[in-house]
C-alpha cells in the first residue's frame, strides 16, 4: 500500500462516492481517505480523512492507537465518553476540535442527529 501524500490541488470532493467502513468501525460510520494512508504495522504514514456518523449511531468500547489523532468536528453533534449503551458523555458541536497522542484512550463516541468530521492521523517522525 502506497502511503505516501501527494501534491493535490483545490479540487471539489466527490461526497457521492468512495465512502468505507473503516476495520473495526460499527456499520453506520464511514470515512473517506482525502490523502495519504497509514501503515499501522510499520508505525508509518499519515492520512487525512472525512469520517462521516449516522444518527443514533454510537460506539461501546474506547479507542486506542499507535498514531497521533487531530480531529475537527464540521458539522453535527458528537458525544465523548458516552457508556456501552450509548449514555452520557460530554457533547461537542461544529468548530470542536482536539488532539490526541499515540496510546491515548477516547470514546465511546456517539452521535444524535449525525456528523461529519476532519482527521489528521500520523505516526511519530522518530521513535524512541
Known sequence: MDNTKVLDEFHAVDL???????????????QLILSGGLNEEAGTGS???LLRIKA???TTE????????????????????????????????????????????????KTEGGCMLYEIHYFDEAKA
Open 62 to 109: 474506547p479507542f486506542v492507537h499507535d498514531y497521533w489523532e487531530e480531529v475537527y468536528v464540521v458539522s453535527g453533534d458528537l458525544t465523548m465518553g458516552s457508556d456501552q449503551q450509548g449514555e452520557g458523555g460530554e457533547s461537542f458541536g461544529p468548530n470542536s476540535y482536539a488532539c490526541r497522542p499515540p496510546h491515548n484512550p477516547h470514546g465511546p463516541f
Open 16 to 30: 457521492s462516492t468512495g465512502w468505507e467502513v473503516p476495520a473495526g468501525y460499527p456499520e453506520g460510520i464511514e
Open 47 to 49: 492520512q487525512t480523512r
Open 56 to 58: 443514533g449511531v454510537y
